[in-house]
């Protein structure tokens, strides 16, 4: 006979297992998660945005949507089958919005925080806006932070940018002069005057600047990430598998570079 606590061992194995595939299937199956049954339903994919941040979300004088996000969020209800229904709040507000069950989910240039992972469902990112090292067009020496001993490179004053830069001048290692301006398109405004010899900025900043001004450049390796992602509330797994997935799709087929290249 199998010693009573042997026993009571395995049982709870057993108990454990059957939780386990319980719990995937509640995350996965779509009959489980209220979310994809209430867009499914009503035919209608409810958006939280701030509409206030191009070129991702904005709205006209008539209150229509547009942006980079809009048109994410219309590429993913279109294959679903659905229509996008945008909730415009501000940007304080959307996690209370989403978890008030005012809109299914997030899609408004939303950076990762991993202090709130136990409040939302993050799906993996769609957007890098990360820091980028820029020069001007005709510069080819400078190809990374490694040449940049002896440059000034232009920063905005208290930004990401700004701890970058100091990082490698008192880590030593690069002995660079950082010059301080009141904003991210003012630092890649010196740039572009010849003020300076380089400029770090957020990618959202730099890739507006390069196709609206021009004359400079960037290199194309991250500095740092700052991922944009797509929350969910809790017990919507398989929304969430569904986004995850799409957004796989439309990096593979290029949609997500294309929409780049539109907007910015």
Known sequence: MKHPRLVWFLAGLVCWACAAVCIRNALYLGGSDPTWDRIS?????????????????????????????????????????????????????????????????????????ETLTEDVIYSPSYFNAGLLLAVRQEERRIRGVNQLGGKRVAVELGSAAELEARHHLEQGRIPLE??????????????????????????????HFARESGGIRYIKRFLSDEQYVIAVRPGSGYTWKRIADELARL???GFLKTLQQRWF
């Open 178 to 207: 950082i010059v301080t301006c009141p904003g991210a398109q003012e630092a890649l405004q010196a740039l572009h005057d010849g003020e300076v010899d380089a400029a770090i900025a957020d990618s959202v900043n730099v890739y």
């Open 251 to 253: 990096t593979r087929q």
């Open 41 to 113: 339903e009503a035919g209608v994919m409810r958006v939280c945005m701030e509409a206030a941040y191009p070129p991702f979300g904005m709205t006209d004088a008539a209150g229509a949507f547009s942006g980079f996000d809009v048109d994410l969020a219309n590429e993913l209800a279109g294959r679903w089958g659905v229509r996008a229904e945008f909730v415009n709040v501000h940007f304080d507000g959307l996690y209370d919005a989403l978890l008030a069950g005012k809109c299914d989910m997030i899609l408004s240039a939303l950076p990762y925080d």
